[in-house]
């Protein structure tokens, strides 16, 4: 088995394209790369390409509710904080997006990188880190300063943060820790 690193955004597809608790990176992967995704059959070939295109449709529908939760939220003006697509700042907040758009999940599926983590936390301003299933209106509303206190009670000891949430019960299961007060819909 050989590691890999992927960036964000390519975590994100991967994660918006995989079923929860079936498929892994790895065999997301494997359907896109082997013959799992090019299937001979016309009428599977039209399935694969309306996931496809499913997918292109969520990630606008994502955009779309970052910049309305934005707007409605928040004061000033903001803007995209390269080199991240869903990192937003203004001259008071640094807010990250991490989206999980499927509606009638029983997991919601996040990881915040080493990196992202490193610009919430070094920055002056309000750090908020916002989980989103925009497929039902819901947003998990976080200040990086609450999530530290978690991972450091937890005793969590990696560089990124795996976040799987059971939205039903707002409990964050890596840390055992219910965000219910932190649920915005």
């Known amino acids: 088995m050989v590691t890999i690193e992927v960036d964000d955004e390519v975590y994100d597809q991967l994660k918006n394209m995989a079923e ?13 790369l082997f013959s799992e995704s090019t299937p001979t059959d016309p009428k599977q070939r039209t399935m694969v390409s309306a996931a496809k295109n499913s997918s292109i449709q969520q990630e606008v529908l994502s955009e779309d509710f970052m910049s309305s939760f934005i707007k409605n939220r928040y004061e000033g003006i903001f803007r995209t904080k390269s080199p991240y697509r869903t990192m937003f700042e203004s001259q008071t907040h640094l807010v990250y ?28 301003k309000i750090a908020l880190v916002c989980f989103t299933n925009p497929s039902e209106n819901t947003v998990f509303e976080i200040p990086m300063k609450e999530i530290d206190i978690q991972v450091g009670k ?23 820790w219910n965000i219910d007060k932190y649920l915005v819909k």
């Open 97 to 124: 997006f991490q989206n999980f758009n499927k509606l009638g999940t029983s997991n919601l599926w996040y990881r915040l990188s080493e990196r992202a983590l490193s610009a919430l936390r070094e920055t002056q």
């Open 20 to 32: 929860p608790f079936v498929d892994t990176p790895n065999s997301v992967l494997r359907k896109i």
């Open 154 to 176: 937890a005793n969590w000891k990696k560089e990124f943060l795996e976040v799987n949430i059971d939205p039903v019960n707002s409990r964050w299961r890596e840390l055992d």
